[in-house]
């Protein structure tokens, strides 16, 4: 089942915040959160194995709400190159990762 | 380290004609992966190999589609015969069993 991600797209100035959210209706082993600029792979950002759990490096976060099963990205003082899609993956305990249909956001200067 | 490597990068053929990619993974990787991405939508797995075996073959066309993973290292996928749906990009990813996954360039199959 592809967990559904919100919103589906966002328009940001530089400078500004944006929260991501990404939910399944099958409970999650692990959520994974990567970033793909147009024409170009994916590329992993970060992974949360544990109900609870948040991470972070740099401006972008993340958290893991095992019971809700649901995952939020959060990106802080949003600056150009964090522009692109960013797409959620959910795993469950069979190891195999369904990706959600992605977020697109912009950031403008 | 060297990434994930994928060839050819770009490739256009008529439809009913056959076409094959080719993946190298980060050396030492065990997990690769194959994915289908049409425009605008994610990444959905086609297969899934643990060294030369296979895990997860469940979304993969089998009467059109084949891959395998001689060795353990790099992997093919095939096409026989290519439809105007396969048209997309084909994106190899290797990660250290589970985990973070690395993926190539991707080759983008135009289909005419």
């Known amino acids: 089942q592809q967990p559904v991600q919100s919103p589906q797209a966002v328009i940001l100035r530089e400078g500004e915040d944006a929260v991501i959210n990404c939910s399944s209706s099958?409970?999650?082993?692990?959520v994974h959160w990567y970033r793909q600029k147009h024409g170009e792979a994916p590329v992993f950002l970060m992974i949360?194995?544990?109900?609870?759990e948040q991470k972070g490096h740099d401006k972008i976060s993340a958290s893991f709400n095992e019971k809700k099963q649901q995952s939020s990205l959060y990106l802080t003082a949003s600056q150009l190159s964090y522009s692109g899609t960013y797409f959620c993956g959910t795993e469950n305990q069979g190891g195999k990762l369904i990706f959600g249909q992605g977020t697109e956001l912009s950031v403008k200067p | 380290e060297a990434g994930v490597a994928q060839s050819p990068r770009y490739k256009i053929i008529e439809k009913r004609q056959s076409v094959a990619f080719w993946c190298n993974p980060i050396?030492?990787?065990?997990?690769l992966y194959w994915y289908q991405q049409i425009l605008g939508q994610g990444p959905k797995l086609l297969i899934q190999?643990?060294?030369?075996?296979?895990?997860?073959d469940s979304q993969l066309p089998k009467d059109r589609f084949s891959a395998e993973r001689l060795k353990g290292v790099d992997s093919t996928l095939k096409i026989q015969p290519a439809k105007l749906e396969d048209s997309a990009v084909y994106l190899c990813?290797?990660?250290?069993?589970?985990?973070?996954?690395?993926f190539g360039d991707g080759t983008r199959l135009s289909i005419l």
């Open positions: 050396s030492g990787h065990a997990t």
């Open positions: 099958k409970a999650l082993y692990s």
């Open positions: 949360l194995l544990k109900g609870g």
């Open positions: 190999f643990q060294n030369n075996g296979v895990v997860d």
């Open positions: 990813a290797s990660s250290l069993f589970g985990g973070p996954q690395h």
